[in-house]
C-alpha cells in the first residue's frame, strides 16, 4: 500500500521498541491470528482516517477466490477510479498490481529477499510468478524484514522500476491508541518505496524515494489505525476515525 533520514531514525527506532516489547508479551499466545483479522482483507469493510479536518478513506472489496481490491480515496469523490489487487496464496498475501475501469497495471519483481527486523541475514524469497510477497498470513512472533525489486509493467509504454522494504512488527501488548480508540491489538508496516516514475509520462533514470512511513493496523478494524509519515511532510500523522462493514 501506497513514504529523511534523520530525526525520523528515532522516531521510528521508539516505534519499534514499543512493538517488540508488546510483542514479548503478546508472543505467548499460540494463536497471534492473521493479516486478515488486522487487515479485515477479506471483509467488505472500510474506514475513514483523519488528520485535522483533513480525511481520507479506504475499503476492500473482496472478489472471491481470496482476491481483494482495495481503494484509498477522497471520502467526497467515492469511489476513486484506482485500487489495488491483493490475493492470499497459501503462507503469504500476494500483490498483483493496480487496476482502474481500464484494466490491469501488473507489477512482478526481480528479486525479493527476506530477513530479520533489521533487515539484515537476507535470503533469498522465490516468487514463482513473479507477484510481489507483500505480508506472511499468519502474524509471525518476531519481526521481519522484506525486500522487493522489480517493474510496473506500462503496455504500450516504458516500465516503471521500484524498490520496496517493508518491516512487520508482531501485535503489541492491547494498549494501542489513537486519538478516538484506545485499548486494540496492532501490528505495525514500516515501509519504504522508491520508483523512477517523474510523472507526466516522464519514467527513466535512477530511484527515487516517494514515501516512507508507518501503518499501523488494528484488530478488527483495519489499516491506517495510524499513520505516520517520515517522507514526505516528516511529522505527518492521520488516525483511523471510522470502521465499519458494507
Request: proline residues 5%.
Amino acid at each position: 500500500m501506497f513514504l529523511r533520514y534523520t530525526k525520523s531514525v528515532s522516531l521510528a527506532l521508539t516505534l519499534a521498541l514499543a512493538f517488540i516489547v508488546g510483542a514479548a508479551q503478546a508472543g505467548n499466545a499460540a494463536d497471534l491470528g492473521t493479516y486478515g483479522d488486522y487487515s479485515r482483507m477479506l471483509e467488505r469493510s472500510a474506514g475513514q482516517f483523519w488528520s485535522g479536518s483533513w480525511r481520507n478513506q479506504w475499503a476492500w472489496e473482496p472478489q472471491g477466490n481470496n482476491v481483494s481490491h482495495i481503494r484509498w480515496g477522497d471520502p467526497d469523490k467515492w469511489p476513486p477510479a484506482n485500487y489495488e489487487k491483493f490475493q492470499r496464496a497459501g503462507d503469504w498475501v500476494v500483490l498483483d498490481g493496480y487496476g482502474n475501469k481500464d484494466g490491469m497495471l501488473e507489477q512482478r519483481v526481480t528479486k525479493e529477499q527476506i530477513g530479520d527486523v533489521n533487515c539484515q541475514n537476507m535470503k533469498p524469497l522465490l516468487s514463482l510468478d513473479g507477484r510481489q510477497h507483500y505480508v506472511k498470513w499468519d502474524i509471525q512472533p518476531q519481526a521481519y524484514c522484506l525486500e522487493a525489486w522489480g517493474k510496473i509493467l506500462i503496455p504500450g509504454g516504458t516500465d516503471v522500476d521500484f524498490y520496496h522494504k517493508q518491516v512487520w512488527f508482531p501485535p503489541s501488548a492491547p494498549n494501542c491508541n489513537n486519538k478516538y480508540f484506545q485499548g486494540k491489538t496492532c501490528i505495525k508496516q514500516f515501509e519504504i518505496w522508491k520508483d523512477n516514475n517523474r510523472g507526466n509520462g516522464d519514467v527513466g533514470g535512477p530511484l527515487e524515494l516517494r514515501h516512507q512511513r508507518d501503518n499501523i493496523f488494528a484488530k478488527g478494524m483495519g489499516p491506517a489505525f495510524i499513520i505516520h509519515n517520515y517522507f514526505p511532510n516528516d511529522g505527518w500523522q492521520a488516525e483511523l476515525r471510522h470502521a465499519w462493514t458494507y
